[in-house]
Each structure stands twice: as C-alpha cells, then as structure tokens.
RNA sequence: GGGCUCAUAGCUCAGUUGGCUAGAGCGCGUCGCUGAUAACGACGAGGUCCCAGGUUCGAGUCCUGGUGGGCCCA
C-alpha cells in the first residue's frame, strides 16, 4: 500500500476533525482501555469542572495536562479509570437560573416555586456538561464520557451527609452566631473562602461625627466611619490605652482625637490608576483649620478616655435604645494612629471584629438590616430603606442634629458578591460551621502529600494554620441539603449520615419525598422525632451546604467508599491531581484535605500538580465583561487544538502563560510545521519509491555517522521522556524534544537530502529511509500524549497497515524504551563539536561576503581538542558539501599565518591621559605586538614607556587584533580557528555560477509545478561569454542536479516555463518543458 | 502588619547540585540558503542577571536586608 502524499499546507484543525472521525469509527479508546484492563493500576481525581458555561481556553491547560499523563500512563500499560467530573451544585447556576427569568431576589425564587426552580438548575448544569463533554472531546480528551460524575448525584449527596455525620460524631458541628459578610441580593451569607474573589474598589461617603461626652460641658470623640449607616448601630468607642490623644478645640466644642492621627497626612487606601482618580483627602488638622481655625489645648493617654459615658448620633431612634445604656469607651489594641480619628466606632451588629469585640465586653449586637438589606422598623425615617443608599441622608441627618463634623469621599477595597457583584454588607446571622480545632490533622495529611510546585505545600499549610471555622450553610435553594434537622422545641440537632438513617427515622413525609434525589425542597417534607426531647415533627434546616463540600467528598463518592469498599482500597489515594493553582488552597485542596482527614486522615492525592493562569497576549486576566476572553471552540476551529496543547505542555507550570495568536503562531512555526514537514519529506519520497521499512533492515553498524548520531540522540531523548512524565515534568520534555526536532530537520534532513534522491536502491539510501522512518514513528509515540492528532495522523501513514502487527492507532502502542546498543554519547559529542564549528565557517563566509554557493579553494581548520579534531575528520564529506569547499586540511598550528597588532582604546585613553593619549597610540604600535597580546590575553597591565614616562594601561585600555592576510577569511572562537580561502580561480567562479543558475531553474521547476520525479528538456540562453563558458564547462552538473534529459542554448518550441533572469548582472534566458 | 512567590535582552522566557565568555525564541537591522520547509541559516545591535551587603578560590544560582510586582492571610 502506497504511503499517502502530504502536502505542507496542511489544515490542521480539518486533519484533527479527521482523526476524531477515526477514533470515534475505530472505538480507539475502547480498545485502549481494553488492552490495559486488569493491569497495575494508576489512579487520577478529576477536580470537577464548573458544569455553568462552555470552556474557555484556560479550562483548556489543567485539561491537556489531565489527558497527557492519561495517554503516558496508558502506554505505560496501567489500568485506570477515566472518570471526569461536573461541578453543579450552588449559587453560580442559580444566579444564572435567576438571570434567565429575571428574578431580582429570593422572593422571586418562592413565588415561582422552588421546586421548578431546582428542577432548571438541575436542567442547566447538565446541559452545559453535556457541552463541556462535546468540548473536551474535541481537545483530544480521552475519558469514558458516559461515566462522568456529577456532585448533584446522590450518591455525592449522601456521601457528604456520611462525612457531617462524622463531622458530627467528633463534635465539630455546631450552629454559629456570627457578624458576617452578607449579600442582600442573594440573601445568604459569603464564607470566608468566596470573600476573596469579590474585592473591588469602591468609593463611599465617609464621615467626622462628633460622639459628645457626658457630663463634660462641650467636649466630644472625634468619630471617623465609612460605613455611616452603620452608625444607627453604634454601641462603644473604642481607643488604645496607650496612645497620645490631643485635647483640641475648634469652633465651640472640644475633640479628643488621636495625636498621630491628627497631624497625620491621610491618603486613599489604594493604588495606581485609582490612586490618581480619587480625591485626595484632608488631614484633620486641615479640616479643624478650614471649620475656622483650632487650638491644642492638651495631651492625655488613651488609658484616660477608657469608661467615658457619651451620646451616640441615633439615640433618638427606637432601634437604639438598648444601645444607648451602654454608650462609652473601651479600650482595644487594633486601634492605630494611621486610619481615621484614633477613636473607633463600634457597632458589634455591623462589623465581624466589632462583634467579637462586642463578645469581650458584654456590649449588645444591633442589627439594623433585614435579609435584603433595608433597615428595620425601629429605624425611624430609615425604615424600609436599602443601606447603599442612605449615606448622604444619613451625612445630611447628622448634620441637621448638628453632630457631623465633615464628610469626604473615600475609596477603598470593599467586598462585593463574588457571584452577583452587589456590595456586600456584615450582618449578625446564624449559620452552621464546622470546627477547625482538628486542623493539625488536616496539616499531616497535606505533608503527605508531593506538592509541584513545592512551596505548595508551605502555601497550604498556611492557608490551614489561620483559616476560621468552616461555615458550610448557605440559605438558598440549589444545593446539598444539609442534613441537620434540629428541634424546635430543645435545640437539640442530629446530623443524619444516609438515605437509609433518614427513612429509618422519619416519622413523616417519606411517601412525599421517596422517589427524589436529596434536594430541597423535596427533602424538607421528611421530618423526625427529637431524639432528646421526643419532640415532632423535628424538620430539616432550610440551609443548603457550601459547594466545596460537594467536589470534596468524590475521592470517597466515586472511588466507591461507600458501595464498594474493596475497589476503593484499589484506587485511593489517587497518583494525581491537578488544578489552577490561585484560589485552590483556600477552595478545593482544601476541601479536599479536610474531607478525606476527616473520613481516613490521609491526603486523597500523592502528587499535586498546580499550575498558572491563562492570561491573554498583553498578560492580563480574560474577562468575558472585558472582550479578551477566548472561547474554547473559536479557538480550537482557528488553530487547531494539538498547537495550543503543545503550548501548553511547553509552559512551566507555575507560571502563568499568555495565550494569543502570535504566541501560537510561533509554537506551530518552529516545533509543529518542521515536524510535519520532516514528516512530509519522508512521505513523498518513500511513495515514490516504494519504501518497505519492514524489508532488509540495516542492522546500526552498517548505517551512516549521520544515522546513528540522530539514532543515538533518539535514545536519549525517550530517557528524557519516561522521565518527565512520569515526574509530571512534560515542560522539560518539550523544550528537549524541540531541540530535537531542530537538529532532525535542519542538520539531518538537510544533510541526508541527496541519500533520499537517488535513483537506485543502496544500503545508504536504504539506511536513510530505515533511520528517518525509525526517528519519525518513535518520535510520534513520544509526543502521542501531548500532539495526539498530529502523531496519529503520522502514524497511520507511516505504521498502520503497513507493519504487520502494528496496533491501529498511536495511542495503542508502548511506550518506547532506549536501546542501549545505539547510544553513542562520544558519536553525539563529536557531532555537537562539529555543528559549532560549521557555524564559525559559515560566520566567515558571512563576515567576508563569500555566499555559499560560491565553491572556494580550501578550508583550514585548527581544532579546539582531540574530541573536535576528531570530528573534523570523521564528518569532512558533511564539511565540504555543506559549507561548498574542495578541501579541508587540518593544522595544529595556524598562527603562522597571522599577524597581531595592538592599538590603544582611543575611547578610553582619551578621556584618561588627555593630551598624551596620541603618544601612548604611537609607543603601543611600535611596541612588540605579541608579547603586548599575551599580557593583554592574560588579563595583565601594559608597561609601556611614552615620552622617557612608564605608563601602565589596563588590558581593557589596549586593542588587539588579529589578521590572516588578505587571502583567508577567518573566525576564531574558543581555541577554534576557521580560515577560508578567499582566493576565486577562474574554475571556482564558474562552477558558482552553475550552481546559481540550477537555483534558478529549481525555483522555476517548482513554479511550473513539475512533480519531484519529472525529467525536462532545458535550454540556456545568454550572450554574455562567461556565463556561456559556465554552461558549456558545467553544463553536465547543471543537467544532473535538474533531472534535464536534454540541454541546449537555443530556444525551445512550446515551453512550459520561461524565466528572465540576471546573474551576476548578466541576462540569462531560462527555457523548460517536460520530456 | 504577616506568609508565599517572582524580578535575567525591547517582549516571552531557559539557566540542573555554585564552575569555562549568561542563553533561546519573537521583534529589529544586514547578508545568505532553498526541489521537504507559509520555512531556514549566519552576523549585528540590545544585559549594572532589581539594589546593597555577606558566605566562597568562584554567586544569575546560597544567606541577610531593602525595593518593586503577583497571590494569600489579617
């Protein structure tokens, strides 16, 4: 069977659908999972993907590498288990769900009914899975696609249910009153994890409020807020004990106010562009100054405030009357002399440290806000009234009561909801936790565990010394439904493990729910009797869980823990996980951790992997908001997917990488395209020829320096392979094999050319085409995991069908393992010498204008070391042809050819010996220039006497150069020197000549699309004599070299191609036609 | 304020346990090669390896301090 032409301007993203088809036709990855069925296995947890929207190209990078160890462990023979995972609980789909129907709040949610509203999350996170798969298909993803799992399921459900339950045994569930930070469109609470992600910078009204003191005639607390709705809340004032407060009066009143405080510049807290933007604001000395000029009259410690009684600024209002029996002044380390007044409004209600500190000192909580955000009815003319938006009415309010002191702009880092955007406000809610006081646990089982990048590890277990407790309820819709029910009656609450422990204690609402998967509102019908109390019906907690919990139970989910125990001690802990490393440490390793310490204290993972963003070309993060976002699929269509794996597997994976289309246009130009264009070299050839690499293989004795050097360096680079994947290096394999692929195209190939083009069989011929097909089909296994379109696409051309045995697809074989019979390290050393020293001869070439079409006399070299030496000769032939010499001779010894000269270094003896730097130029070059050569060499000063004066210059003061006369054009470089023979002779030229005239008649071949093999009729046509005297001396080289059967000078009847040309300024007139 | 991390050519980045003259690709300029190559090769310009100390025969690499960026925590 013949091979298949190849054309270089292959359309890769049209090959790629081309070799899915096959796979698809083929069932490639059935027959790939059969082959290793039963094998050792090899374990990988899937972190579940966001099942919310379809890829973009970042999900593309933790997925290729995913794929790439699967397809390397597969050739390695392991069993394994191919489960990808959907991440589809929480309020990212209901956001998305609320969207799409235009619901402004929870409201909204009940009144359309909560169970059609779950039933579309369901319905949305399975759509957009469905697409995900279709998606990661199309980037070469082999996973068994029907058995994705999906954190809605319930067997991932229940699982977590068996994991609180646990929680709970050990007594580290327990419900929480806590000031936290809340999102009143949402109407949940925002854990500590999801904080983060929502930090925006944000401008905000900020006030000077005047606390007066009682019982001291005219003397206040400067107040400094900028949250003044707060205010409405406020309960104590807190100073540090041993702070310098000024005792200042402006206007009638008297302020105590922090020293540092207020002679301090005050700034915006933020930086950059904003920084620029924003206002700038006033000290308080200039405020005092502008409201009419100040005085200090005194200084006091904090210490000496502490217990003051004073009047708050909403005591008017109902909603304030507890807090008003409790107006006065503690004292607290936190305050600092460079935020605000140095006096601290504390409103426990409003704030998560306020509360704490609310706690300390037995201080009531206000909390003025309901669960959308809008103040409550003992909030006066507030009530009803949403808190972003009362801050100047709040200024204006002060300031009729008399009490504002100043107001400004300021812009500051605020959270926001991650999800929805909305400013976030702190609210005093109940809300479920689990206690962290098991922590160190958590932190052995993360040193367990390899972590790449190392410092990982250091990472996480930071992350794990200072985390809070784990708030897990949320209260919304679409989630896990914690299986808290907890009795009205008592307070007493049970945590229920399973299906069956709740159907075992229902005492009502089993028929209603039986037939559903655990989710509200379904699962709220099933109550139970109080188990202290006896009290019924006992119902389930409205709270819906923490979405983390769900992709952090599946090592024990879909391992089988909890169905198939003895198939889970198979498969966990798994070898490998791999995710984007921002975000994670506090979100799913986390999770994970705390989960699988939990139920086994050991990490579900051995090796963790992170690795960066992907940024786009300007390195900037890809927003869809911001249009520099890249679909998955437009990506895939325009570039095709193997580039952009190859570029991602190229990548250090801590850093983050910066995805456009010249960073891909380089990736495909310099690995992809000579890759395949090697390939299309050997393909188009071998079909010409017929080639049978199964036929009379040359053992590697009998093959060509050339063969067995690229051969050797072959072995080398499957070493380098087995290596980095299996220590989840690939970038390391990339950059080698890259190298690689640049010495087989652009130094073997290239050298090898002319063994391809001959007419009749020989063992050389035969051992090129063996050795290129050998380096081609095993490079293709090598790089299968990362390029597994490219390489399938080789190998079906080149292997199947046409080995007996071969398996039918790539991905099916072996991994290869080095022969050791064909490394030759001296042979690939030697090799490395002589390329450097071709590139010196070339530089000499360059540097005197000699193009290497013109053949010159002789080459002389003297080598740097007996390994180089060697190498000049062993590769001589590759020296002539290549660098287009008649003889390279070897010389031990070539100084006797040169000449040194010194010079002074005019730029730098000038400006130091002024006017004498002319006399020490004149003394330098009538000095002896080889004994000035070799100080200079050996770094040492220069005496030279100038004028009847010593003088010493420095080596960098003196120049030295070397010359080998007007005949040799020469480079000298670390002990090497190349010289070439300038020296044109009559039979030098011409053959240059010829050799200028085949190129032009090549290009013209080409342009008239000749095939490769096609023989021609040729005709040469000029007046001018030297280019006649070529033709006529070399006319039998230029035949040869152009397949021409006939050559003339005159014109030819019916040309096919005709091309006009000048050489060397002289007319030459080209004729072609097929003979 | 604390932790982690990064800083090497105009840009993107390599640089093993400290060891020959600090490299590659892109971009720029010049020249060349080409019947595999939408390519390629050579040469050139472009570096205080962020700064300052220290350890060492020797530091881009190790240590300390600082500056600047990123992430996280408070």
């Known amino acids: 069977m013949a091979y298949e032409k190849v054309d270089s301007k292959t359309d890769f993203p049209a090959m790629e659908r081309e070799v899915l088809r096959f796979w698809e036709e083929t069932r490639a990855f059935e027959t790939l999972r059969e082959k290793n069925r039963g094998n050792t296995k090899w374990s990988f947890l899937d972190g579940p993907i966001t099942a919310n929207n379809p890829m973009g190209v970042h999900h593309a990078w933790g997925r290729t590498y995913k794929d790439v160890f699967h397809r390397y462990h597969a050739a390695k023979g392991h069993d394994m288990r191919y489960q990808n995972g959907f991440d589809c609980q ?33 319905a949305r996170a399975q759509h957009y899975a469905d697409i995900q798969s279709e998606q990661s298909k199309r980037l070469g993803y082999w996973m068994d696609w029907s058995n994705s799992y999906y954190t809605m399921s319930e067997q991932n459900n229940y699982g977590i249910w068996a994991f609180l339950k646990k929680c709970h045994e050990e007594r580290h569930v327990y419900k929480g009153k806590d000031v936290m930070p809340w999102c009143p469109r949402c109407g949940t609470g925002i854990s500590q994890m999801e904080m983060n992600e929502g930090y925006r910078e944000t401008e905000h ?23 003044p709705w707060t205010l409405t809340s406020n309960v104590a004032a807190a100073v540090k004990a041993d702070m310098k407060y000024l005792k200042v009066r ?55 405030l502490v217990d003051l009684r004073y009047t708050g600024p909403f005591d008017h209002l109902d909603g304030a009357a507890e807090a008003k029996e409790h107006h006065r002044v503690i004292a607290w380390e936190m305050v600092t002399e460079s935020e605000g007044s140095g006096i ?24 003025p806000l309901d669960q959308m955000g809008n103040f409550l009815e003992p909030f006066g003319r507030l009530a009803g009234r949403n808190f972003v938006s009362v801050a100047n009415d709040i200024a204006d309010d002060l300031k009729e009561r008399g009490v504002l002191v100043a107001k400004e702009r300021y812009v500051h880092r605020y959270p926001h909801c991650w999800r929805c955007k909305e400013e976030l406000v702190y609210r005093l809610v109940d809300e479920w936790y689990i206690n962290m006081a098991w922590r160190d646990r958590i932190m052995q089982a993360t040193r367990g565990a390899q972590w790449i990048p190392e410092w990982g590890m250091d990472r996480e277990l930071d992350w794990l010394k200072n985390m809070g407790d784990w708030m897990i309820s949320k209260k919304r819709y679409w989630g896990l439904a914690l299986p808290i029910w907890e009795c009205d009656d008592c307070g007493h609450f049970e945590v229920i493990g399973s299906q069956s422990e709740l159907k075992e204690r229902a005492v009502a609402g089993w028929e209603e729910f039986e037939g559903h998967s655990p989710h509200r509102p379904w699962v709220d019908a099933v109550k139970i009797k109080c188990a202290k109390c006896g009290a019924t019906p006992v119902s389930r907690v409205k709270d819906v869980g923490n979405p983390w919990l769900d992709a952090s139970i599946v090592p024990f989910s879909t391992m089988g823990y909890f169905d198939n125990r003895e198939s889970w001690e198979e498969w966990f802990p798994a070898e490998f996980v791999v995710e984007a490393l921002p975000g994670q440490f506090r979100n799913w390793f986390y999770a994970l951790l705390a989960v699988s310490t939990m139920m086994v204290d050991k990490a579900p993972f051995k090796t963790l992997l992170g690795h960066g963003l992907v940024l786009d070309d300007q390195m900037e993060e890809m927003h869809k908001s911001k249009g520099n976002a890249i679909e998955f699929n437009a990506a895939a269509d325009k570039f095709g997917v193997d580039v952009m794996r190859w570029m991602y597997c190229n990548h250090s994976p801590e850093r983050n990488l910066a995805f456009g289309p010249a960073h891909i246009d380089e990736v495909r130009a310099k690995t992809i395209r000579p890759l395949w264009n090697t390939y299309a070299f050997f393909v188009n050839y071998a079909r010409l020829d017929e080639f049978d690499p199964t036929k009379d293989v040359l053992p590697i004795e009998r093959r060509t320096d050339l063969d067995r050097w690229i051969l050797s360096d072959l072995q080398k680079l499957i070493e380098v392979a087995d290596t980095a994947y299996a220590g989840f290096e690939v970038h390391h394999f990339c950059s080698r094999t890259e190298r690689f ?9 290239r050298r090898s050319r002319r063994r391809f083009w001959k007419s009749e069989w020989s063992d050389d011929k035969r051992a090129a085409y063996q050795t290129l097909h050998e380096v081609l089909t095993t490079l293709c296994q090598l790089i299968a995991p990362i390029v597994p379109f490219l390489t399938e696409s080789m190998y079906q051309n080149l292997v199947a069908g046409r080995i007996e045995g071969a398996p039918a697809s790539v991905h099916h074989q072996s991994f290869p393992m080095p022969d050791p019979a064909k490394i030759d390290r001296a042979l690939s050393e030697r090799m490395e010498r002589f390329l450097r020293v071709v590139s010196m001869a070339r530089a000499a070439r360059t540097m005197s204008k000699l193009k290497v079409r013109q053949p010159l006399a002789e080459m002389r070299v003297q080598p740097a070391g007996d390994v180089e030496r060697l190498a000049v000769e062993q590769f001589n032939d590759h020296m002539l042809e290549e660098l287009n010499v008649k003889k390279v001779t070897i010389e031990s010894d070539l100084s006797s050819l040169c000449t040194i000269s010194v010079r002074s ?54 120049l030295v150069a070397k010359s080998y006369g007007d005949d040799w ?14 020296r044109i002779t009559k039979e030098l030229k011409l053959e240059g000549i010829a050799r200028d005239i085949v190129r032009f008649i090549q290009n013209l071949r080409k342009d008239t699309n000749l095939n490769l093999e096609d023989r021609i009729t040729l005709s040469l046509q000029s007046d001018d004599a030297e280019l006649s005297e070529a033709v006529d001396a070399c006319g039998a080289y230029i035949a040869r070299e152009t397949l021409a059967t006939d050559l003339t000078t005159t014109p030819i009847d019916g040309a096919a191609g005709r091309l006009d040309v000048k050489i060397n300024g002289k007319p030459l007139v080209i004729e072609l036609r097929c003979s």
């Not at 009914?113 to 779950?118: I, P």
């Not at 933020?270 to 005194?298: C, D, H, R, T, Y």
């Not at 601290?344 to 909390?367: M, N, Q, T, W």
């Not at 010996?913 to 220039?929: F, P, R």
Request: hydrophobic residues 40%; proline residues 4%; negative net charge.
């Open 90 to 122: 929480g309020l990212w789909i209901e956001v998305e769900v609320e969207k799409e129907h235009g619901f402004a709040n929870k409201k909204d949610i009940e009144a359309y009914g909560v169970g059609k509203f779950v039933d579309e999350c369901k």
């Open 205 to 227: 009204l900020s006030v000077f409020v005047r606390f007066p003191i009682v019982g001291r005639e005219n003397e206040a607390l400067l107040v400094w807020t900028t949250t």
């Open 250 to 304: 402006c206007g009638e009143w008297t302020y105590y106010v922090g020293k540092g405080n207020f002679e301090a510049a005050r700034k915006q807290p933020v930086e950059g562009e904003s920084a620029k933007k924003a206002p700038s604001l006033m000290s308080i000395q200039a405020i005092f100054k502008n409201a009419g000029g100040f005085e200090v009259l005194g200084e006091v410690d904090g210490e000496a």
């Open 344 to 367: 601290v409004h504390i409103a426990p209600g409003c704030g998560s440290e306020d509360y704490r500190l609310g706690k300390e000192f037995s201080l009531p909580a206000v909390a």
């Open 741 to 749: 692929i640049d010495n087989l195209s652009n130094w073997y190939v």
């Open 905 to 958: 270094n005019m730029k730098l003896v000038g400006p130091k010996y002024g006017k004498d730097a002319g006399s020490i130029g004149k003394a330098l070059q009538s000095a002896d220039a080889d004994v000035i050569a070799s100080l200079v060499a050996s770094g040492s000063p220069v005496s030279i006497e100038v004028d009847g004066r010593a003088i010493e210059l420095e080596p960098s003061e003196v």
């Open 969 to 982: 054009a020469a480079e000298e470089n670390a002990g090497t020197i190349v010289l070439l023979d300038k």
